[in-house]
């Protein structure tokens, strides 16, 4: 069966879509102070992680976990308001790209499924 990937259009949407997804989270003054120290090529490297997982791929990114990369973020004050912003974004850049609402709702949910871990919420794996 075809994976949620490869539905989305694999590697080419996700990168069809980071352009946009990037300047939603960049602009949006909620959380754009988490990148501010953040210098480009890792945003980059967030904002391409954090679509190839929420299409349902696996990110290819060494070694952290998601709690320990967010660690930082969490003691600055990261929270579930922000993670739903993101979240928020992700469906609007879907929805601007065309995807349908089914899928777009798959995407969240993959997304939702590590809303703990990255912010350092229940038991340590
Ligand atoms: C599915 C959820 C998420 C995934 C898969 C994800 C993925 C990642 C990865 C892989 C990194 C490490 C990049 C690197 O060190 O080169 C990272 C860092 C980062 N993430 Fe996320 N992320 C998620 C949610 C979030 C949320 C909700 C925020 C908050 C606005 C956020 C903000 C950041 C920031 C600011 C960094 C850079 C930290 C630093 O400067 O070292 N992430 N993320």
Redesign the pocket.
């Known amino acids: 069966m075809e994976s949620l990937y490869e539905k989305l259009g694999g590697e080419a949407a996700v990168n069809a879509a980071v352009e946009l997804f990037y300047n939603k ?1 960049l602009n949006d003054p909620h ?1 754009q102070h ?2 501010e ?3 480009m ?3 980059r ?2 904002q391409k ?2 679509l ?3 299409f349902g791929g696996v ?1 290819s ?1 060494g070694g ?1 976990s ?1 709690r320990d ?2 660690a ?2 969490v003691e600055r004050g ?1 929270n579930e308001s ?2 739903d ?3 928020e974004h992700l469906r609007q850049t879907l929805k601007e790209l065309g995807v349908t609402d089914e899928l777009t709702e798959e995407a969240v949910m993959f ?1 939702n499924s ?2 703990d871990e ?1 912010l350092g919420r229940g038991r340590q794996q």
Request: net charge positive; glycine share 0%; aromatic share 18%.
């Open positions: 989270v959380i988490f990148f120290h953040t210098d090529k890792r945003q490297a967030m992680a954090f190839t997982f929420a990110p990114y952290r998601l990369a967010h930082p973020l990261l922000h993670f912003a993101v979240v997304t590590v809303r990255v």
